[in-house]
């Protein structure tokens, strides 16, 4: 049995948990064997409804009095998937691309002694058993080919990589309540609290015009130019990992593998080389103009239009143009 | 208070990454090597908070002889004590890396043992997001991942990880691990000085003891994607290229 982890938002599944799901069905099938769900949380068993169009045959939601509410308590999460998975021997459990999925996994992978593949972008069965799978290192910017190995094969999808759409033949999902046995030490990790942030201004993930600064910048000052910019426009900021690391901004502002990974329609990339490690966070915009004074920076290449040029007298004078035209 | 700070050495990776003949890594041989970015800020966190708290903070690492050169950078950002679990510079897996990690944390915890352990979130290169969390139950201790903001108060780690409309806040007792991720404070600049006195500072080398070195996920090849490098078109050069640039804009309905 493939037994995917699923999280929701009170019965309703996240997009990237049905991404999951579409991995595990791959193996499912491929296996011959059948694909269940498990999820915590309130209203688990509304996700009987919802899954049962991807072709998920048993949902189990987890039961304890320690883990009613929104509690995410990742070891007690853990131990439940470990042990649902010993009681109705599972050969493979699957994860959704997001921090929890692979926190999770990462924990089961402890408690049953099993290897974990993250990040898979693709997964194939061969001949002895081993899982074929293809994932991502380096943000997306080198592709692992691997084999996983063991009675028990642990594994989260990437981001976006696997289709959230329902399977093509429906199946009627069962729904049953797990109840683990916990212990105080699952709970000793937990969140204590949630803390609401502040609101300000369009976030990053979610813009839709992306102005981003990087070492050509040159100061903390000269950004005030990519400020109005992005306002004329209706976006945000972004900076390179260069300029964060200058103190130009600060690291909420950085696009980037270890930074956001933003998916605007368009991404104005002022002053930017178009190293590796900025090109993983911005790789998700629709399109990409460059202002760059060196035409042989590598984001000229990665760019779809280029303007050869100092951004300091580039950008004011678009915004010129701009507030002109309004 | 002692606080170890784990970390790997992994290669620069600039504007292209170029793989050896035999797809098995990196070709490192134009850029070099650094340390994975989230574990800078361990590094940081580590000496910050031996700062505020006394005690010493000591780093550890799993890698060829070369990683001697990031021990030496975290001991320039003012780390107390370096130790390398030496390879021959092979690929371990995630399980047999964080069975080697905990042997060593065990050999090198003589009596005191650590109140604080740090790790990055994933490593730059491998990202298997697993190595500090595998380390930690082999230990017995509680951790919490993805940190962006620490604060140690009378044995207690409250720890913080950014969620979409927020934060997530944990409470732990000491000893425990925390994985974290860069933003959570800016690490130092080393100082000409501070550098100087790393390189003559001794680093200790063990032998890494792991059960095996595959552990279940082995990785075959690396590929380098195929990416759509077709020249930019050119709107033209300096403020003169606006009313094209503007043109541009109205097309794609951003304007």
């Given amino acids: 049995m493939i037994l995917a982890l699923v999280e929701h938002d009170e019965g309703t599944p996240e997009e990237l948990s049905l991404e999951g799901v579409a991995m595990a069905r791959e193996l499912a099938t491929a296996e011959g064997d059948s694909l269940e ?44 998937v470990a042990q649902l998975a010993d009681d109705c021997g599972a050969t493979a459990i699957t994860g959704p691309g997001t921090d929890r999925g692979r926190d999770v996994l990462a924990r089961v992978g402890t408690k049953l002694d099993a290897p974990l593949a993250t990040d898979c972008l693709g997964v194939e069965v061969a001949d002895d058993g081993a899982y074929e799978l293809r994932r991502n290192r380096w943000g997306g ?36 309540a797990f109840e683990p046995d916990l212990e105080d030490d699952d709970l000793a990790v937990r969140v ?135 | 208070m002692r606080v170890l700070a784990c970390l790997k050495r992994v290669p620069n990776t600039g504007a292209r990454i170029v793989l050896t003949e035999d797809e098995q890594r990196i070709d490192a041989s134009g850029l070099g090597f ?28 799993l890698g060829p002889s070369e990683a001697d050169e990031q021990l030496r950078t975290g001991l320039a950002m003012q780390a107390d004590e370096a130790t390398l679990l030496e390879t021959d510079g092979e690929e371990w897996s995630p399980r047999a890396t964080a069975d080697a990690l905990a042997d060593g944390i065990d050999r090198l915890a003589d009596d005191e043992g650590f109140d604080l352990l740090l790790f990055g979130n994933e490593s730059a290169d491998a990202a298997n997001y697993q190595v500090g969390v595998r380390v930690a139950s082999e230990l017995g201790y509680p951790c919490v991942t993805g940190i962006k903001d620490l604060e140690i108060e009378d044995g207690t780690a409250i720890a913080r990880r950014e969620v979409p409309g927020g934060e997530e806040v944990y409470e732990l007792d000491l000893p425990a691990v925390v994985t974290v991720k860069e933003g959570l404070n800016e690490p130092r600049y080393a100082s000409m000085r501070a550098k100087m006195q790393a390189r003559q500072q001794d680093t200790e080398s063990m032998e890494p003891r792991a059960e095996t070195r595959a552990g279940g996920l082995e990785k075959v090849r690396l590929e380098a994607p195929e990416t759509d490098d077709s020249p930019a078109e050119i709107l033209g050069e300096g403020p003169e290229a606006v009313p094209e640039i503007v043109e541009t804009l109205a097309e794609e309905e951003v304007v």
């Fill in chain 1, 37 to 80: 769900v498990v999820a915590v949380g309130d209203e688990a068993d509304a996700l009987g409804e919802a899954l049962g169009e991807h072709g998920v045959e048993a949902v189990h939601c987890v039961a304890h009095d320690r883990l009613e509410g929104e509690t995410y308590a990742p070891d007690a999460w853990a131990e439940s």
């Fill in chain 2, 34 to 61: 650094t340390m994975s970015p989230h574990e800078e800020c361990a590094i940081e966190e580590a000496v910050a908070q031996v700062e505020t708290h006394g005690g010493s903070a000591h780093l550890l690492t």
């Fill in chain 1, 141 to 176: 910017s080198l592709i692992e080919h691997a084999r996983l190995e063991g009675n028990r094969k642990l594994l989260t999808a990437a981001e976006h990589e696997f289709s959230s759409e329902p399977a093509a033949s429906a199946v009627e999902a069962t729904v049953s």
């Fill in chain 1, 192 to 326: 204590d609290r949630v803390e609401a942030g502040d609101e300000e201004g369009i976030s990053l993930g979610e813009a839709r015009v992306v102005v981003g600064g990087g070492r050509g910048v040159g100061s903390a000052a000269d950004y005030d130019q990519l400020e109005e910019l992005a306002e004329l426009l209706g976006g945000t900021v972004g900076a390179s990992r260069a300029a964060v690391n200058e103190g130009w901004r600060p690291h909420d502002d950085q696009v980037g593998q270890t930074g956001a990974k933003i998916s605007p329609d368009i991404y104005i990339a002022c002053g930017i080389s178009g190293a590796v490690q900025h090109m993983v966070g911005c790789k998700g915009a629709d399109s990409l103009l460059a202002i760059n004074t060196d035409p042989e920076a590598a984001i000229i290449q990665k760019a779809d239009w280029a303007v050869i040029g100092d951004l300091h007298e580039v950008v004011p004078a678009l915004n010129d143009a701009l507030r002109e035209a309004d």
